[in-house]
């Protein structure tokens, strides 16, 4: 008789560990869908973050197409971050037709309020004469922003114009200064100038740090 009301009590306690583990189950996919129309609803509000925060996984699932409706909805709302995800998106016509000077111009919006992203974009631009006049004046204003943000590249960048001179005065030891602080981060351009100058990093781990393309630096 005991045995059988001790089996009754572990199949009880089954079906409430059961029932608890489907409880818990729901109300965790009822948050994630709520969270996610929540989004939604802020974006069809008007919210520019939340059209951003679409686009942007839309972009990233290279639905270039829909990523393109929200991050326009977003940039018309001054959004520095969908500017400039917008501007990579014209500069190599992904979803859109290519259009150098569109791109430029998103950057510019982007790059003054401050996105370090679009600042570097800004300044590789005009340094390499792409779909714009060659200008190093130009290229060293935003390029200078970007690397004292930390961007690795412009760093890098940077490093090679006070290297020959590019659109500032010849400055060797700036020109070492800038390859090691883009070298610190992994940056395999800064590595290389460093080891043809004889110049060895400071016993730095690179294997720990993720080198993105330029074009890819989204936030």
Avoid: C
């Avoid at 005009?126 to 290229?139: L, M, R």
């Avoid at 935003?142 to 490093?159: C, V």
């Avoid at 090691?180 to 016993?203: D, M, T």
């Amino acid at each position: 008789m005991q045995n059988l009301k001790d089996k009754h009590q572990k199949n009880k306690k089954r079906k409430w560990l059961f029932a608890l583990v489907v409880i818990i189950f729901l109300v965790t996919v009822g948050l994630i869908l709520l969270l996610t129309q929540s989004t939604r609803i802020s974006a069809e509000l008007g919210q520019a973050k939340a059209q951003y925060s679409i686009g942007l996984n839309y972009y990233q699932k290279k639905n270039y197409v829909k990523a393109r409706t929200w991050l326009v909805k977003a940039s018309n709302q001054k959004n520095a971050d969908a500017e400039n995800t917008l501007a990579v998106m014209y500069l190599n016509g992904l979803g859109v037709r290519k259009d150098a000077l569109k791109a430029e111009g998103l950057f510019q919006d982007s790059a003054k309020k401050g996105n370090k992203y679009a600042q570097e974009h800004l300044g590789t631009l005009y340094y390499f004469g792409q779909g714009v006049v060659k200008d190093y004046t130009i290229a060293e204003k935003w390029l200078k922003k970007s690397s004292d943000a930390g961007m690795e590249n412009s760093q890098n960048l940077l490093g090679t114009m006070f290297l020959y001179g590019q659109g500032v005065e010849k400055n060797k030891q700036m020109a070492i200064e800038l390859y090691r602080k883009s070298a610190a981060q992994g940056n395999k351009y800064a590595q290389a100038n460093l080891k043809n100058w004889g110049y060895q990093p400071n016993n730095f781990d690179f294997s720990i740090y993720l080198r993105l393309d330029t074009n890819d630096r989204l936030k």
